[in-house]
């Protein structure tokens, strides 16, 4: 009579250890799924982010007739832009590791939404207004970039974090080119360049919505279990930072790129739209045209982004785990970007030389 009370507890602690087990798996699984769904979101968010950052340069040569700029004035756009959000990201990097990061990203986006639309309805004697309201614009971007992948590194770990970061950053060459597109088009449909400006902050309530709603913020090092770190100072990660060699070369190498590639994003379009006016002997440009060199500009930055991104983390990822024959090198994704940025000069420099006579070419 006693085997069968014995055996009943037994099963008893079994039947409990299994509803545990369970219950462990499906809150993984539950998880999981909201890190996918995380991602989702901080993806769609990023290429509002990008296409808004290129609106203006798909409609700039309207706003330079519309305020009455000059080629030094409407650089100060881009300019202005840079100031506010270099000025801003090592703030906003700071509070993120100390404050709740989908608040933080959900103010910035909230600031970047309300200067966008003001500027669409700033009057044409107030150029010094929109000047300033594209600065707040970088505010908004940098408390965006500056948290939204370390919300990802704390939701996936190894080999998937370097995926999933790979998608976030899709939304880069993708939300540049249909910022062009979308900025030109839009623009041409509504006969304002207003419009092409004002669609993006419309969009981007919601993924304001998205941010406030969807997005769950992950405990910091919850991937990697990192409990109980310890928390340092401003000036004690400051001065840990300067002590990585790869972090110093590795900014001033990015730095170098983005001066090369923002000027390039900038003044592209602009650059092809005169070349147009050479060929064609004429000093207006249809803006039909210019609608159509949005769009081709928009489609190459998109597609060639897309490919730049795949082949440059594929073959980093295989060249630092030694695969396909090659030896495991943990230098390998900062000679891949070198590479790739070292193959793209020949190309640049061809593009310049030719602009003014082979527009298609270039």
């Known amino acids: 009579s006693m085997t069968d009370p014995d055996r009943m507890i037994v099963d008893g602690v079994e039947t409990r250890r299994e509803n545990g087990e369970e219950e462990r798996r499906g809150w993984r699984e539950q998880t999981y799924s909201s890190d996918w769904m995380n991602l989702v979101v901080l993806f769609t968010v990023n290429l509002l982010n990008y296409m808004d ?3 203006i340069a798909g409609v700039l040569t309207q706003l330079q007739y519309y305020f009455n700029m ?13 100031s506010f959000y270099m000025l801003c990201a090592p703030i906003c990097g700071i509070l993120g590791d100390r404050f709740n990061r989908k608040l933080i990203m959900s103010v910035g986006l909230s600031i970047w939404i309300v200067a966008v639309m003001l500027s669409s309805f700033v009057g044409r004697n107030y150029f010094g207004l929109f000047l300033f309201l594209r600065g707040m614009v970088g505010v908004g ?3 965006y970039s500056t948290v939204a992948p370390t919300s990802i590194a704390d939701s996936f770990t190894g080999a998937e974090k370097s995926i999933v970061l790979m998608i976030f ?25 207003q419009w092409g400006v004002r669609f993006t902050p419309m ?6 919505l998205l941010l406030i709603f969807v997005l769950e913020e992950p405990s910091r090092g919850e991937a990697e279990h990192a409990d109980g770190m310890e928390r340092t100072t401003v000036k004690e990660d400051l001065i840990y930072l300067t002590t990585i060699a790869e972090f110093r070369y590795t900014t001033a190498g990015f ?29 207006r440009v249809p803006e039909a045209e210019k609608a159509s060199i949005s769009l081709t500009f928009g489609l190459i930055t998109a597609s060639a982004g897309l490919t730049g991104v795949t082949i440059g983390s594929t073959v980093a990822g295989v060249w630092r785990e030694g695969r396909w024959g090659l030896s495991a090198s943990h230098r390998a994704d900062a000679v891949v970007c070198g590479l790739g940025a070292l193959a793209a000069v020949p190309a640049l420099y061809a593009c310049l030389i030719a602009a003014s006579h082979y527009i298609n070419e270039t």
């Open 141 to 143: 971007e940098a408390s």
């Open 70 to 82: 000059d080629d030094k004035q409407a650089g100060m756009l881009q300019t202005m832009f840079i």
């Open 53 to 55: 950052r290129f609106t």
């Open 255 to 283: 730095t170098a790129v983005v001066f090369a590639a923002g000027s390039l994003a900038w003044w592209t379009p602009s650059l092809v739209e005169h070349a147009y006016a050479v060929q064609h002997g004429t000093s």
């Open 203 to 208: 969009l981007g309530i919601i993924c304001l």
């Open 169 to 193: 950053y899709f939304a880069i060459p993708v939300g540049s080119g249909l910022g062009y597109i979308g900025g030109a088009y839009v623009s041409l449909w509504t006969g304002a360049w």
